[in-house]
């Protein structure tokens, strides 16, 4: 299974929206609605933002939110903030007992 | 409040076995509603799923994994342990364990331990 791919970096400004995409196949993301998304700030664990491509946990503002289009997912940030300027990474159900993460994006806030 | 912690060696030999545990407090690993799970990312590089362990024990991994790991639980002590094979330097990595919901599909990691880092040098 390969990696799910996500762009390298992403950037706005605050109060403005920012999306970040998640590219799979058909096989992963494509294939399942079991897509989350984590936020993950340096020297942290990650956290949960997204699960099962739109759902979010309780705590997380309603700012973030997921969609799904085909094989690719999208979480988008709205009313950037500055605690918002982290590095997000996707997950995806990839069959048979498996799970895939994207590479990775870097969210800066500028 | 669920919490998971990580331990064992912080360096392990090239060539050698790594070996961590990590134990569940604040709620019983003996849930019929989700797995749990090690995850690792080597320095400054992104996540990467290792495998996953039902209460029952039941096992899965990444198959480009496969081969060196060993996931076990032990539902007497709350904990579950990683066991990965013939590392390299390539293995260095923080290790993280957490719960993986849902069952039968596994979907989301949404308790994580702090993460363990450890290096593979000798």
């Known amino acids: 299974q390969s990696a799910l791919t996500q762009p390298p970096s992403a950037s706005g400004s605050p109060g403005q929206s920012v999306t970040i995409s998640c590219t799979g196949t058909?096989?992963?993301?494509?294939?399942?609605?079991?897509v989350s998304w984590y936020q993950q700030h340096p020297g942290k664990a990650p956290k949960l933002m997204i699960y099962?491509?739109?759902k979010r946990p309780s705590g997380v503002p309603d700012r973030f939110s997921g969609s799904k289009s085909g094989n690719t997912a999208s979480l988008t940030v709205s009313g950037l903030q500055a605690e918002d300027e982290a590095d997000y990474y996707c997950t995806s159900y990839a069959g048979s007992n498996n799970l895939v993460f994207g590479g990775g994006s870097k969210l800066t806030v500028l | 409040q669920l919490q998971l912690q990580e331990s064992g060696p912080g360096l392990v030999k090239p060539s050698e076995t790594l070996s961590l545990t990590c134990t569940v407090s604040g709620g019983s690993i003996r849930r019929s509603d989700c797995y749990w799970g090690w995850v690792r990312q080597p320095p400054g590089k992104g996540l990467e799923w290792i495998g996953s362990?039902?209460?029952?024990?039941?096992?899965y991994y990444n198959p480009s994994l496969k081969s060196r790991v060993t996931i076990s639980v032990d539902t007497s002590e709350n904990q579950f342990s990683l066991k990965l094979s013939s590392v390299t330097a390539a293995d260095t990595a923080v290790f993280y364990c957490a719960r993986v919901l849902s069952w039968p599909i596994m979907s989301h990691f949404d308790y994580w331990g702090q993460g363990t880092l450890v290096t593979v040098s000798s």
């Open positions: 058909s096989s992963d993301v494509g294939g399942y609605n079991y």
């Open positions: 362990i039902y209460y029952s024990g039941n096992t």
């Open positions: 099962e491509v739109t």
